[in-house]
């Protein structure tokens, strides 16, 4: 389960663990700072849950006005999906509307390899560069491959677990 920490900005008021977005309501509307005055203004922080939900939060800049999104979305979505945003949020910088948008229509390629040498070597496999004989695949340079790779694709960690990258 994920549970997230609804912080005030006003420093007089005290903040509340929740881990649904009725939690989250309900305290919301309860919470008064010393004064009795509503409190509307909160941080939402990621406090415990997956790895993989926490670089889902950080690319979506979780805050109040997306956290039921959110919420719903870290049940929803498969992990391939949340990388797929953390990825395309957090390394390229695109902008993702998660009411309305398809995260499959993002631009982004995504290979489950550990380097760009990983990634020359499945394109070369893949047959990306044609046919080569087999008598002269000793002598293919993947290093070099690597290098002219990374001018597109780059690296990243998300959750523990690398993954070389290109956005469209």
Same mark, same amino acid.
């Given at each position: 389960? @994920?549970?997230?920490?609804a912080?005030?900005?006003?420093?007089s008021?005290?903040?509340?663990?929740?881990? @649904? /977005? %009725?939690?989250?309501? *309900?305290k919301?509307?309860?919470?008064?700072?010393?004064?009795?005055?509503?409190?509307?203004?909160?941080?939402?922080?990621?406090i415990d849950?997956?790895?993989?939900?926490?670089?889902?939060?950080?690319?979506? *800049?979780?805050?109040?006005?997306?956290?039921?999104?959110f919420? %719903?979305?870290?049940?929803?979505?498969?992990?391939?999906?949340?990388?797929?945003f953390?990825?395309?949020a957090?390394?390229?910088?695109?902008?993702? =509307?998660?009411?309305?948008?398809?995260? =499959?229509?993002? *631009?982004?390629?995504?290979?489950?390899?550990?380097?760009?040498?990983?990634?020359a070597?499945?394109?070369?496999?893949?047959?990306?560069?044609?046919?080569?004989?087999? &008598?002269?695949?000793?002598?293919?340079? /993947? =290093?070099?491959?690597? &290098? =002219?790779?990374?001018?597109?694709?780059? %690296?990243?960690?998300?959750?523990?677990?690398?993954?070389?990258? &290109?956005?469209?």
């Open positions: 389960m @994920t549970q997230l920490y912080q005030p900005y006003d420093i008021a005290t903040g509340f663990y929740f881990e @649904t /977005y %009725e939690q989250y309501a *309900d919301a509307a309860k919470a008064k700072n010393e004064s009795g005055q509503m409190v509307e203004e909160f941080e939402i922080q990621f849950g997956e790895d993989l939900d926490s670089e889902f939060a950080k690319a979506l *800049d979780l805050n109040q006005v997306n956290v039921k999104r919420l %719903e979305l870290v049940n929803e979505w498969e992990d391939h999906e949340k990388i797929r953390a990825i395309a957090g390394e390229c910088g695109y902008s993702f =509307d998660l009411e309305h948008d398809d995260i =499959d229509l993002l *631009d982004v390629d995504i290979y489950g390899v550990e380097t760009l040498r990983e990634l070597e499945q394109f070369v496999e893949d047959g990306l560069f044609g046919d080569i004989p087999e &008598r002269l695949q000793f002598y293919i340079n /993947y =290093d070099a491959i690597a &290098r =002219d790779l990374a001018v597109e694709y780059s %690296e990243t960690t998300i959750a523990g677990e690398r993954f070389v990258y &290109r956005c469209g």
